[in-house]
């Protein structure tokens, strides 16, 4: 009973994250209060970090750990995607918390363990690492969520976001008791292995695992698991609901991916169905009920509701192994498509936002393509992606998407989103309008990082779509030895 | 089943004489209210105040990193039963559970939540 | 020896009595309690699966749920103290401020 070196390569990135962010929670105690950009800074320079160990490792294949976490194409791929978004997070964070007077270290240092848990979960090969990766990044974002405490609206999200997360927690843990009844073991592989044996009870498997499916239906925002999704992005703070939005979403669909292509092929007739409908739902009411709002905030909330379908759709085919590599692969690739417009759209509503929750109505935005154009233009190239418009990354996204699921034989779901997708197509272009042809002297504040981010995630989601194939190349390499 | 016969036994005859002593001295018994007897016993104190009185939030930081520190013991519990087999692998892994921990004392001190007043 | 079924019928009802005290009463402590209440009912299934399956990965299962629920505790109530100081309610249906 020993780890070997190889135990820790596996967790290397992991592990220097952790440590290090339990480091910076010392360090920031001996910051004075109005250096705490010094936390920031290390809080970035630790993910950079990271993104390099984790990038140094691509191609390595290995499991650790006793079998309980993994190696490989697929979570290097995910991780850099996490890491990425958390230094975004950052960037977006750094002046905000700042301007609207909640600047404190602990927001880094929360951030740091989110990210950790969210790369955790990529990795976990076994139900219990995935149960202890799903709180390592839910605790620090209900607290995360309420950081703008005593304002009531971000402690009552942070409020509504802990006690629907901790009844998805309760999902998840009860399924994966089901799992463990039905299979004897947590071990991904072994569930795998005992599926397969007749002994095995296909209705107490099927139960856990439908259970672990609402449960992960709660965090990724799925339709008719969404009700949290609009407060809770409304009142958190909005550099806080980027991240979320993001990141959250992106480890989800990576433990469900994990858990379910690998652990429950067996369950892919009954499955596929269920994906189908919850798929389908989730498009059409977050898309539909997104038209009517007025908050630009609680918009975004719907659409990410509404994208969280559009990746669903990835999995539907999963039980079929001629189309699953490729489904899947374009599902990752939809995942940074959303991931770097996520953060740019975000990025320019926290550009408009003002003190006491000022700015956020989609009427602020009136003027913005004359006063400020280039913030409109970027905000403009977001719009597009979210709807799926040439020259951006979304356009790709859902190209790739509809292809695998036509590919998949569920041709009425890939009309089904693309009509959603026309749906959409008003609410987005209503911002776009709203810039350009109405009048009006809407406010910005000017931030290096916030500019910069907002350009780089615009650059990468206009440029990227002109050379999808390698992004798409390398997505494909990472699900190639999933199975 | 059979020795189960004896338990059911005990418990019916616990049954009739807790019943039994209850209801003897309920109906023969002197039954005389007043104020003094309807105070709330608190081990011969004199009440004051409502039992259900607020408490200072103070009592509740502690309580939460009373919690926090508490639980962690169950990990304490297999790693002192399997502690020979595991060894000195067993011993390292402890004592960096311990400085995690260890992070996380400093930190609620630093902060103050220790500070009583 | 109780056999391993009424375990898991017992835990299943728990679960769902849990389930049912989320959806149906509002004040926030008493869902969080149904909250702790559906993950000791899987604690309770996963012990009994455990005990019949002789393994051990399952009672190192119980033991994280128990420490993870303890973090959680500690987040939910310091939000509930924060909320109620605010508004002298922890009720979730007057927790209306967010509206679209």
């Known amino acids: 009973m020993n780890l070997t070196s190889q135990d820790y390569q596996v967790l290397a990135p992991y592990i220097l994250l952790t440590a290090w962010a339990c480091v910076l929670l010392l360090v920031d105690l001996f910051i004075p209060k109005e250096r705490k950009s010094v936390t920031a800074l290390l809080a970035a320079l630790g993910l950079a970090v990271t993104l390099g160990v984790t990038l140094s490792q691509v191609g390595i294949e290995q499991v650790g750990f006793f079998n309980m976490a993994a190696l490989d194409g697929f979570s290097t791929f995910v991780n850099a995607l996490l890491l990425v978004s958390g230094i975004l997070g950052i960037a977006l964070a750094h002046g905000y918390v700042k301007r609207m007077g909640i600047e404190r270290g602990e927001y880094y240092t929360l951030l740091l363990f989110s990210v950790s848990g969210m790369m955790l979960m990529a990795q976990a090969t076994d139900l219990i690492i995935v149960f202890i990766a799903l709180e390592l990044l839910s605790i620090p974002l209900y607290v995360l969520a309420a950081f703008a405490r005593p304002q009531l609206s971000s402690e009552e999200a942070g409020m509504k976001y802990f006690l629907l997360g901790a009844f998805a927690t309760g999902f998840v843990v009860y399924g994966t008791a089901l799992v463990f009844g039905a299979t004897g073991t947590t071990s991904l592989a072994g569930i795998v292995a005992a599926a397969a044996s007749p002994s095995t009870s296909t209705l107490l498997l099927t139960i856990g695992a439908a259970l672990v499916l609402v449960g992960f239906g709660f965090k990724v925002a799925a339709v008719p698991f969404h009700m949290w999704t609009p407060d809770v992005y409304q009142g958190a703070p909005t550099a806080v609901t980027a991240f979320m939005a993001s990141g959250a979403k992106i480890a989800g669909f990576a433990a469900l991916l994990r858990v379910f292509a690998t652990a429950f092929p067996a369950l892919a007739v009954d499955m596929t169905a269920v994906l189908w409908a919850l798929a389908a739902l989730t498009m059409i009411v977050g898309n539909v009920i997104a038209i009517s709002q007025t908050d630009i905030k609680r918009m975004l909330a719907y659409s990410s509701i509404a994208h969280a379908g559009y990746i669903l759709m990835a999995f539907v085919p999963y039980g079929n192994p001629a189309v699953r590599d490729v489904s899947i692969a374009a599902g990752l690739f939809y995942l940074v498509a959303y991931a770097f417009t996520n953060f740019g759209a975000w990025g320019v509503v926290i550009a408009l936002e003002k003190k006491e929750e000022k700015g956020l109505a989609i009427a602020d935005y009136a003027g913005l393509g004359r006063k400020h154009p280039l913030l409109a233009a970027a905000m403009t190239v977001f719009m597009l992606s979210l709807v799926g418009l040439p020259p951006t990354l979304g356009l790709v996204g859902k190209v790739y998407l509809f292809r695998a699921v036509i590919a998949g034989g569920f041709t009425g779901l890939a009309i089904i989103g693309v009509l959603t997708s026309l749906i959409s197509a008003y609410y987005y272009l209503r911002v776009v309008v709203t810039m350009y042809m109405k009048e009006g002297e809407p406010e910005t504040v000017r931030e290096t990082w916030l500019s910069l981010t907002t350009a780089l995630t615009a650059i990468v989601t206009v440029v990227f779509s002109l050379l999808p194939q390698s992004l798409f190349e390398w997505a494909s390499t990472a699900v190639l030895k999933l199975f | 089943m059979l020795e189960y016969v004896a338990i059911a036994l005990l418990i019916a005859l616990a049954l009739v004489v807790a019943l039994a002593a209850i209801g003897l001295g309920y109906l023969f018994g002197p039954r005389k209210q007043s104020a003094v007897k309807a105070q709330p016993y608190e081990s011969g104190i004199n009440p004051f105040g409502e039992g259900t009185r607020r408490m200072p939030v103070r009592f509740y930081l502690i309580a939460v990193l009373f919690i926090l520190f508490d639980i962690e013991v169950v990990f304490f519990l297999p790693w002192a039963i399997a502690f020979r087999q595991l060894g000195l692998f067993g011993l390292i892994e402890m004592v960096l559970f311990i400085v995690i921990l260890l992070v996380g004392y400093i930190y609620a001190w630093k902060k103050g939540a220790l500070e009583w007043e | ?100």
């Open chain 3, 1 to 100: 020896m109780i056999p391993v079924e009424y375990y898991i019928i017992l835990s299943a009802i728990l679960f769902a009595i849990g389930v049912a005290g989320v959806l149906v009463r509002r004040n926030a402590l008493i869902i969080f309690m149904s909250i702790e209440l559906m993950l000791n009912s899987a604690n309770l299934a996963i012990v009994a699966f455990s005990s019949v399956l002789k393994s051990f990965s399952g009672q190192v299962f119980v033991f994280f749920v128990i420490a993870v629920a303890a973090a959680e505790v500690a987040v939910g109530l310091a939000l509930m103290v924060e909320i109620f100081k605010a508004k002298h309610s922890i009720d979730v249906d007057q927790m209306n401020s967010l509206k679209g």
